[in-house]
């Protein structure tokens, strides 16, 4: 099988870099946001994403883990790795990969 690059390391940075700008932009006037990753994959990019904005201004950003039965979604009790009360009024961000 051969293995197609659709971005290169330095492509992927910058994508991850203006992702995280238009967040910043989007909720500048907030204290904190969370950042909730699916399990896995989409905890990893949130993860990126999260290093990212930590360096971006004065937003708290907050990452989380959120696991689910992903194939029966509508059947299993989501999980966080934080209370739920945490999220309350809160701004949250759902985070996920693209392939899934």
């Known amino acids: 099988m051969n293995s197609l690059q659709i971005l290169n390391g330095q492509q992927?940075?910058?994508?991850?870099?203006?992702?995280a700008y238009e967040v910043y932009e989007t909720h500048f006037d907030e204290a904190e946001v969370?950042?909730?990753?699916?399990?896995?994959?989409?905890y990893a990019l949130?993860?990126?994403?999260?290093?990212?904005?930590?360096?971006?201004?004065?937003?708290?950003?907050?990452?989380v883990q959120l696991n689910f039965n992903k194939r029966n979604p509508l059947e299993s009790n989501p999980e966080l790795d934080v209370s739920f009360n945490a999220l309350h009024l809160k701004t949250v961000i759902l985070v996920d990969d693209v392939l899934n």
């Open 12 to 19: 992927i940075q910058y994508r991850l870099n203006r992702m």
């Open 34 to 42: 969370i950042l909730a990753g699916i399990s896995r994959k989409g």
């Open 46 to 63: 949130a993860h990126m994403m999260h290093r990212e904005l930590s360096g971006i201004g004065s937003i708290y950003f907050r990452l």
